[in-house]
Nanobody
């Protein structure tokens, strides 16, 4: 059974960048789509971005498009989220998730495995 562990969060200033990692243990994840979601205090979990099995296709939420990049290294069983020009409204717990098939998806219900999350706090 795949377990996902996020890392790379922390306290940063507005305008900074952060690179989150999602390391998978257990079976290889190279055949599966992956995604990032986030949840701010008092808000519902929202989609950030998704990447297909090969890394050649990705989709992003409008709120992060143009300043975020999802990538993956299947040899390392790891998915990444690079976010630049961070804003206070990016403050949230960030979760990575894994699908049961190879494509991208924007709905949380399309993902079968979830990590525990990593906190990103952006100060103004």
């Amino acid at each position: 059974q795949v377990q996902l562990v996020e890392s790379g969060g922390g306290l940063v200033q507005a305008g900074d960048s952060v690179r989150l990692s999602c390391a998978a243990s257990g079976p290889p994840i190279g055949n599966y789509g992956a995604g990032w979601f986030r949840q701010a205090p008092g808000k519902e979990r929202e989609f950030v971005g998704s990447i297909n099995w090969s890394g050649r296709s990705s989709v992003y939420a409008d709120s992060v498009k143009g300043r975020s990049t999802i990538s993956r290294d299947n040899a390392k069983n790891t998915v990444y989220l690079q976010m630049n020009d961070l804003k206070p409204e990016d403050t949230a717990v960030y979760y990575c998730a894994l699908r049961g098939n190879s494509g991208t998806a924007i709905s949380a219900g399309e993902y079968q495995r979830w990590g525990q999350g990593t906190q990103v706090t952006v100060s103004s």
